[in-house]
DNA sequence: GTGGCTTCATAGTA
DNA sequence: CTACTATGAAGCCA
């Protein structure tokens, strides 16, 4: 594989220069990351990310097999040093057709920035663009639950692809840290985005307890489509053609809008801060016009993240109805429309549940079900409860509680190891730092410590590192961090589930337990439900940000398949943790990533999980168990367990293990 | 079509 | 931990 700037040539004739749309600065004009041997070593020839054209997930099982005619915005990091010698800016790649006519803003880097607004996409492109992800006018204006679910892993992949490369300060635009927005922006004005039509009640696609953690987010999939302001509605559809009605409302507590009942929502209206009296318009006009016509109105409720204190949570919470309107005085002196919302009975529960798990959390309501208050008997630092509401069964089989991994024999990888010289933290960007330099120059994780990127093997900071405990280049090895539940099913056994809100992207848990080789697991009789093992054949999936030409996407290798430098095989039959009681789904919301840090001087390499999307509370963890290998070329494991798939995913396989 | 205006955002800093 | 502020973008509206 070729790396660099070589891969150019291989775009399609009349590409446009697609730093324009992200306005990328080349800022990496250092020598080649990896120094000659590490490489060889470790790497096997594989070269870092190239420069590829656009090509996000799911476009492979796209209508069109063509190769795209106009390439996608902005690949990150289109710019990198090749392999041979340094880049200059005078290698990036030109503008090739007419409409990119300020290239003189590349050349000269130190002008200044705030005379010229981002050009945006022309409209051409946005249609090419969004068909390479299967969105076509009818998706743009209708949803459904598979491409939201789609566009939301786009916007984080992309989002925590640019938060990557702001940390590292090979991309500036701006002095904002907003990746969301830029985000949001590439994606808004190349139309991949859903439920563009405004209406009136529930949307295709979103479920009522989808959670968000940006309000770009909420406009992706169309569920409130302004990017600040708390009511969305549209002109059209009132008894009177000039009426505005209230579509969605979003309660952020920017006012206090809470209510005992949490069926009950009081909502302020807007504007009016200044101290002057709010008027009728807007907004207010349509809330007033939803509360005469009785229409129903999305209520999103944002909440403070518990994780993250400076970022918020939106639940989306079902539909509720407008019932009275009032005007109080406010803070400031002027008047504020008051709006109070009642909740259309019948819905699943969101909003309520969550309100109930804080009750819970606090010790202030008891757990009905509850069985243990921590299942690891301290061995976590967060208590791991155990819960049945569902039948008698008093307790899972017996196991001893580790929380993390026991192996009598090392597990030697096939490179050298190293650890960094880092003062005080890794500082995403310093190639200085060898661990970073092993993560092929990448942080693996951003600041709040999440997972940017799927990679065959994430090297984190060791024992013998520098570094400080604190390093942010730790995440798999400081324990867990949500409270996680093991409750039983109701048709699985039992299974794992967290009361807290988990984002996309973060760390859940390690697969605890013995680390073991094929003989023992012969020994054992082949019928372990507790092994997991890396050998098994796993279904691949796009989640990195990762633009692809068509050909290479189509090729075996991806940097998101596995490639682990031995397998690795853990039971967790006797000990374990939390996660041996993560069951399969064939639609799964967790994956599993190799990390490999040093402990006593061995490389070790453990299997992390996380989240592949937002997970709601109480929503069951679940990943891809794979399926054994029939042939024999790792060891002769046929007569194993196989059970019925009860995961009720569209795209079940029907049997696992 | 366009530019102004409003807005229950965010992240970073004090 | 809260307050403050700089930057920001979607969509309504004139």
Same mark, same amino acid.
């Given at each position: 594989m070729q790396g660099g700037l070589g891969q150019n040539s291989n775009l399609p004739s009349g590409s446009i220069d697609k730093t324009r749309v992200l306005d990328v600065k080349p800022l990496r004009t250092l020598d080649p990351v990896f120094p000659n041997s590490a490489r060889a070593t470790t790497f096997d020839g594989a070269c870092p990310t190239g420069f590829y054209s656009f090509f996000p997930f799911g476009a492979s099982q796209?209508?069109?097999?063509?190769?795209?005619?106009?390439? $996608?915005?902005?690949?990150?990091?289109?710019?990198?040093?090749?392999?041979?010698?340094? *880049?200059?800016? *005078?290698?990036?790649?030109?503008?090739?057709?007419?409409?990119?006519? #300020?290239?003189?803003?590349?050349?000269?880097?130190?002008?200044?920035?705030?005379?010229?607004?981002?050009?945006?996409?022309?409209?051409d492109l946005q249609i090419d663009v969004s068909s390479l992800l299967g969105i076509g006018?009818?998706?743009?204006?209708?949803?459904?639950?598979?491409?939201?679910?789609?566009?939301? $892993?786009?916007?984080?992949?992309?989002?925590?692809?640019?938060?990557?490369? /702001?940390?590292?300060? /090979?991309?500036?635009?701006?002095?904002?840290?907003?990746?969301? $927005?830029?985000?949001?922006?590439?994606? $808004?004005?190349?139309?991949?985005?859903?439920?563009?039509?405004?209406?009136?009640?529930?949307?295709?696609?979103?479920?009522?307890?989808?959670?968000?953690f940006f309000r770009l987010e909420l406009c992706i999939v169309g569920l409130h489509s302004q990017s600040m302001g708390g009511i969305d509605y549209t002109n059209m559809g009132g008894k009177n053609e000039s009426d505005p009605l209230a579509l969605a409302i979003v309660s952020s507590g920017k006012y206090n809008d809470n209510a005992e009942d949490s069926d009950i929502l009081i909502y302020s209206g807007q504007g009016g801060d200044k101290g002057d009296d709010q008027k009728l318009e807007r907004g207010n006009l349509a809330l007033d016009r939803s509360l005469r016509q009785k229409t129903d109105v999305r209520v999103?409720?944002?909440m403070k993240d518990q994780m993250n204190s400076t970022s918020k949570v939106y639940i989306y919470d079902g539909?509720?109805?407008?019932?009275?309107?009032?005007?109080?005085?406010?803070?400031?002196?002027?008047?504020?429309?008051?709006?109070?919302?009642?909740?259309?009975?019948?819905?699943?529960?969101?909003?309520?549940?969550?309100?109930?798990?804080?009750?819970?959390?606090?010790?202030?309501?008891?757990?009905?079900?509850?069985?243990? *208050?921590?299942?690891s008997s301290g061995a976590e630092k967060i208590p791991v409860s155990l819960v049945n509401d569902f039948d008698d069964e008093k307790a899972p089989g017996y196991f001893t509680y580790l929380h993390s991994l026991r192996y009598s024999k090392s597990f030697i990888v096939s490179h050298p190891y190293d650890f960094c010289n880092c003062q005080?933290?890794?500082?995403?960007? #310093?190639?200085?730092?060898?661990?970073?330099?092993?993560?092929?120059? #990448?942080?693996?994780?951003?600041?709040?410590?999440i997972l940017v990127s799927r990679k065959k093997l994430v090297y984190e900071c060791g024992l013998s590192c520098q570094c400080s405990p604190n390093c942010k280049n730790r995440v798999s090895q400081t324990g867990l961090k949500y409270r996680m539940e093991v409750f039983k099913t109701k048709d699985r056994g039992w299974g794992l589930r967290s009361l807290d809100p988990i984002r996309a992207g973060t760390f859940i848990c390690e697969y605890a337990g013995e680390v073991i080789d094929r003989a023992r697991v012969r020994w054992n009789g082949n019928n372990d439900e507790y092994v997991f093992d890396t050998t098994r054949i796993y279904q691949p999936f796009k989640w990195n940000y990762e633009p692809k030409l068509l050909e290479e996407a189509s090729s075996n290798d991806s940097s998101e398949d596995y490639d682990i430098p031995s397998p690795v095989i853990i039971s967790a039959k006797n000990v374990g943790n939390v996660a041996r009681f993560m069951n399969h789904s064939c639609s799964p919301n967790v994956f599993w990533q190799p990390v490999l840090y040093e402990e006593n001087n061995q490389p070790?390499?453990?299997?992390?999980?996380?989240?592949?999307?937002?997970?709601?509370?109480?929503?069951?963890?679940?990943?891809?168990?794979?399926? *054994?290998?029939?042939?024999?070329?790792?060891?002769?494991?046929?007569?194993?367990?196989?059970?019925?798939?009860?995961?009720?995913?569209?795209?079940?396989?029907?049997?696992?293990?």
């Open positions: 796209g209508p069109q097999a063509s190769p795209p005619k106009v390439p $996608m915005p902005a690949p990150l990091r289109s710019f990198r040093s090749s392999d041979t010698g340094e *880049a200059t800016p *005078a290698e990036f790649p030109v503008a090739s057709n007419g409409e990119n006519t #300020d290239s003189h803003d590349r050349a000269a880097p130190n002008k200044s920035r705030s005379s010229k607004k981002k050009p945006k996409i022309s409209q006018k009818n998706e743009r204006e209708d949803g459904n639950r598979e491409l939201v679910n789609l566009l939301l $892993m786009t916007f984080d992949a992309l989002r925590r692809r640019i938060g990557q490369l /702001e940390d590292s300060k /090979e991309l500036t635009l701006g002095l904002s840290k907003r990746a969301d $927005m830029r985000a949001g922006n590439i994606l $808004m004005s190349a139309g991949i985005r859903t439920n563009l039509r405004k209406r009136i009640g529930a949307v295709p696609g979103v479920e009522i307890g989808d959670i968000f999103i409720r944002g539909l509720y109805k407008i019932q009275d309107s009032w005007v109080e005085k406010g803070k400031s002196g002027g008047g504020v429309f008051k709006y109070k919302l009642v909740r259309v009975p019948g819905q699943p529960r969101a909003f309520a549940a969550w309100k109930s798990i804080e009750k819970w959390k606090g010790g202030i309501a008891s757990r009905t079900g509850l069985i243990l *208050a921590d299942l005080k933290d890794c500082i995403p960007g #310093d190639l200085n730092c060898s661990c970073i330099r092993r993560n092929e120059g #990448d942080f693996p994780y951003t600041g709040n410590g070790v390499v453990h299997i992390s999980f996380f989240a592949l999307r937002h997970i709601p509370p109480l929503t069951e963890l679940t990943y891809d168990y794979g399926a *054994a290998r029939s042939d024999s070329t790792v060891g002769h494991i046929a007569p194993r367990w196989k059970k019925k798939c009860l995961c009720a995913s569209s795209k079940c396989r029907g049997s696992f293990g």
